[in-house]
């Protein structure tokens, strides 16, 4: 599967921005989908992830309460709206995909890449 991500930008904190990812190539409705995101000098962490039939999510604690992850698998299409952002939250931020898997098992997706697709990134810049 091919994921391409977009809709990042710079925003001012506070502020709020929706990223997506377009999947092609193959059956969407199979793969759990994952936000991951790599700050510079830091390792690429979780940031949400959502089971293939949207029904089980999971978010970092950094991000809960202000982050949400939806799909929509009648346009292959992952979303991550993006609320109340802060300077902390300014990264690159990638997409990921894995057939089969369970939502818990995309937040390991970055430790355990077997079987993972990887978008290309997004960046996210968060001004103070």
């Known amino acids: 599967v091919q994921l391409q991500a977009s809709g990042g930008g710079l925003v001012q904190a506070g502020g709020s921005l929706r990223l997506s990812c377009a999947a092609s190539g193959r059956t969407f409705s199979g793969y759990a989908m994952g936000w991951f995101r790599q700050a510079p000098g830091k390792e690429r962490e979780f940031v949400a992830a959502?089971?293939?039939?949207?029904?089980?999510?999971y978010y970092a604690d950094s991000v809960k309460g202000r982050f949400t992850i939806s799909r929509d698998n009648a346009k292959n299409t992952v979303y991550l709206q993006m609320n109340s952002l802060k300077p902390g939250d300014t990264a690159v931020y990638y997409c990921?995909?894995?057939?089969?898997?369970?939502?818990?098992?995309?937040?390991?997706?970055?430790?355990?890449?077997?079987?993972?697709?990887w978008g290309q990134g997004t960046q996210v810049t968060v001004s103070s």
């Open positions: 959502i089971s293939w039939s949207g029904g089980s999510t």
């Open positions: 990921a995909a894995r057939f089969g898997a369970t939502a818990q098992a995309m937040t390991l997706a970055g430790q355990i890449p077997l079987g993972v697709y």
